[in-house]
């Protein structure tokens, strides 16, 4: 039933698009006498009386969205497992992964949730909402607890129209980008492999 409301919805709205095209091209032709080229500036404007109201921030979305990745998500490893087993001899072993719980501050729109690891190590989440066109920014931390020292960071940028909450992620769906993909393979997995180093307990 769902799909058969949304099918309905969007041939109504291509019809009405394609209805108010031609009218904006005859209302060119017939009151404004434009020949030629400039019959088409008619059926423009009729085209984005019904395409603006409904689709003006999507380009916007997509351009921010690709910029953002670009210029500030990624991975940065800033020690390894190996350097901080060298600085910390004998530590490593005797780590005990911690029931799961979850350190909460702020609101739906910014804030920064902290998971303790284990007694060195915690996960730190924060979380920046709306930016600007529908952006939403995501950064992840390993840190060590005691040093207060960021062993890795994972910055990331997703975009909707309004923030998740029980899965809807409002109603112009198509503006909906999960993740950043850098060339094909997700950041998220090289950050969170990193982190699995530091949370199995080593023999």
């Known amino acids: 039933m769902l799909g058969i409301i949304f ?120 979380f920046k909402g709306s930016l600007k066109f529908n952006l939403w920014r995501h950064e992840h931390e390993v840190v060590d607890t005691k040093t207060h020292e960021v062993l890795a960071r994972y910055v990331d940028f997703s975009t909707s129209q309004e923030r998740q909450q029980a899965g809807w992620n409002g109603w112009k769906f198509w503006l909906s980008s999960r993740r950043c993909i850098d060339a094909g393979v997700h950041p998220q997995h090289r950050f969170y492999e990193f982190e699995g180093q530091l949370t199995r307990r080593q023999q």
């Open 7 to 126: 099918l309905s919805v969007v041939l109504l709205y291509l019809a009405l698009l394609v209805w108010t095209t031609r009218r904006g091209w005859r209302w060119g032709i017939e009151k404004k006498g434009w020949t030629g080229r400039k019959r088409w500036l008619g059926a423009g404007i009729g085209f984005l009386m019904v395409y603006l109201p409904v689709f003006w921030d999507w380009l916007p979305t997509v351009a921010t969205h690709r910029y953002y990745c670009a210029k500030e998500s990624g991975v940065w490893v800033y020690k390894t497992v190996e350097q901080w087993k060298a600085e910390n001899p004998r530590v490593m072993e005797g780590l005990v992964e911690s029931p799961i719980s979850i350190k909460h501050v702020g609101n739906d729109n910014d804030f920064t949730d902290t998971i303790e690891l284990n007694q060195r190590f915690a996960h730190v989440h924060r």
